[in-house]
T-cell receptor, first 113, second 113 residues
Framework: GESVGLHLPTLSVQEGDNSIINCAYS??????FIWYKQESGKGPQFIID?????DKRQGQRVTVLLNKTVKHLSLQIAATQPGDSAVYFC????????????FGQGTILTVHP | NAGVTQTPKFQVLKTGQSMTLQCAQD?????MYWYRQDPGMGLRLIYY???????DKGEVPNGYNVSRLNKREFSLRLESAAPSQTSVYFC????????????FGPGTRLTVL
């Protein structure tokens, strides 16, 4: 069925390294994607979004890449810090499904000092 | 601004009891959402309200009802709680129902015995 999923459930990196978190989607009608960060005991926090008419978008220390050919989304975090340790979710909006985001399972990022 | 607030933070119910989860936002957003998050899974949409006066079912609406009381408030009601409804519930809001990020509340952790 249609889904948004993540390749890796966990990712461990050393402080200062770059992190890459991946996400696959199956519906070519998806036109909006968001990455969220969720710390333990808190609600998801917006990191960055990208529309389907773009293939790259940069924020502060984060970059999202969208490859529509293979239906793949990635989040790159530069110079990862211990405070980046959290669960990261990708979410997609499918075409005319007004505001209804579909979330992936999440990737646990652990940053070791 | 408080953003999105939810009450209560924690709740324990017995099977068959009812309760209402409250959510309010002070960002003058038009759209509001209720999600549930279960271990190892991403967020799943229960109900949403695209604008004041409208509500629609999401992915997992069974066993729940909602009320968009006014533009600020969106409540979720469990009429007869079941153990399968043990979860963490998140309320979210967005400026509109299109390509806008959703802002999440801190969540309500509900246990049904």
């Amino acid at each position: 069925g249609e889904s948004v999923g993540l390749h890796l459930p966990t990712l461990s990196v050393q402080e200062g390294d770059n992190s890459i978190i991946n996400c696959a989607y199956s519906n070519s009608a998806s036109d909006y994607f968001i990455w969220y960060k969720q710390e333990s005991g808190k609600g998801p926090q917006f990191i960055i979004d990208i529309r389907s008419n773009m293939d790259k978008r940069q924020g502060q220390r984060v970059t999202v890449l969208l490859n529509k050919t293979v239906k793949h989304l990635s989040l790159q975090i530069a110079a990862t810090q211990p405070g980046d340790s959290a669960v990261y979710f990708c979410a997609e909006k499918r075409g005319t499904s007004y505001g209804k985001l579909t979330f992936g399972q999440g990737t646990i990022l652990t940053v070791h000092p | 601004n408080a953003g999105v607030t939810q009450t209560p933070k924690f709740q324990v119910l017995k099977t068959g009891q009812s309760m209402t989860l409250q959510c309010a936002q002070d960002m003058n957003h038009n759209s509001m959402y209720w999600y549930r998050q279960d271990p190892g899974m991403g967020l799943r949409l229960i109900y949403y309200s695209a604008s004041e006066g409208t509500t629609d079912k999401g992915e997992v609406p069974n066993g729940y009802n909602v009320s968009r009381l006014n533009k600020r408030e969106f409540s979720l009601r469990l009429e007869s709680a079941a153990p399968s409804q043990t979860s963490v519930y998140f309320c979210a809001s967005s400026r509109d129902r299109g390509m806008d990020e959703q802002f999440f509340g801190p969540g309500t952790r509900l246990t049904v015995l």
